[in-house]
């Protein structure tokens, strides 16, 4: 069954530093999110993106973040100067395109970033 | 505001014992889909079921069942004949339907979850 997958699933960085979380969404599908987890608390909206460009963002989406659909399979984060309090697993996801319905997202395994 | 409610922090119970999850949300569209989430001690986040706000039939799905009630702004969770595997944070989440898409493929709004313990 195709799936969502997430590389890498653990990130450890220095504060300040970029980091690139990457995701391949499952092949058909047109809609992509980011969503991220701090430890113990709920699953939070990033963005979406749609037809190479973002859709909607959160307020957490500030200008340290960027989201980029290199080439048709990856879909990737970065965050430019990473804080501690961007701790947090960050999940990916995509929806395939729906015809008057809600589709389901489809949630890939997660990258566990660490900011040190 | 959309909101989700999970007002039950954790729950621990005893294998084979029947355990509700509660989800009260708030919206102010008349188009929206409720979803439960399953985070196992894994991580990943495993999609249980989708329901529109227009179907308020209760669904049961093996010792999975869900009670929609738009009445009361619910949607709960039961699981029958509780196993240790059943252990995990449940989510219960909401379309936002304000979103780019007219409300058919915006962000979901998640509840703060309920961890679930089940011991053998």
């Known amino acids: 069954e195709p799936e969502v997958t997430q590389t890498p699933s653990h990130q450890v960085t220095q504060m300040g530093q970029e980091v690139i979380l990457r995701c391949v969404p499952i092949?058909?599908?047109?809609?992509f999110y980011w969503y991220r987890q701090i430890l113990g608390q709920k699953v939070e909206f990033l963005v979406s993106?749609?037809?190479?460009?973002?859709?909607?963002k959160s307020e957490i989406f500030d200008d340290q973040f960027s989201v980029e659909r290199p080439d048709g399979s990856n879909f990737t984060l970065k965050i430019r100067s990473t804080k501690l309090e961007d701790s947090a697993m960050y999940f990916c996801?995509?929806?395939?395109?729906?015809?008057?319905?809600?589709?389901?997202?489809?949630f890939g395994p997660g990258t566990r970033l660490t900011v040190l | 505001a959309q909101k989700v409610t999970q007002a039950q922090t954790e729950i621990s119970v005893v294998e084979k014992e029947d355990v509700t999850l509660d989800c009260v949300y708030e919206t102010r569209d008349t188009t929206y889909y409720l979803f439960w989430y399953k985070q196992p001690p894994s991580g990943e986040l495993v999609f249980l079921i989708r329901?529109?706000?227009?179907?308020?039939q209760n669904e049961i799905s093996g010792r999975y069942s869900w009670n929609f009630q738009k009445s009361t702004s619910s949607f709960n969770f039961t699981i029958t004949a509780s196993q240790v595997v059943d252990s995990a944070v449940y989510f219960c989440?909401?379309?936002?339907?304000?979103?780019?898409?007219?409300?058919?493929?915006?962000?979901?709004?998640f509840g703060k979850g309920t961890k679930l313990s089940v011991k053998p």
């Open positions: 996801a995509s929806s395939p395109k729906g015809q008057g319905i809600y589709n389901e997202q489809f």
């Open positions: 329901r529109n706000s227009f179907d308020e």
């Open positions: 993106f749609y037809n190479n460009e973002i859709s909607e």
């Open positions: 989440a909401l379309s936002d339907p304000h979103s780019n898409y007219g409300g058919s493929q915006g962000n979901l709004i």
């Open positions: 092949s058909n599908h047109l809609y």
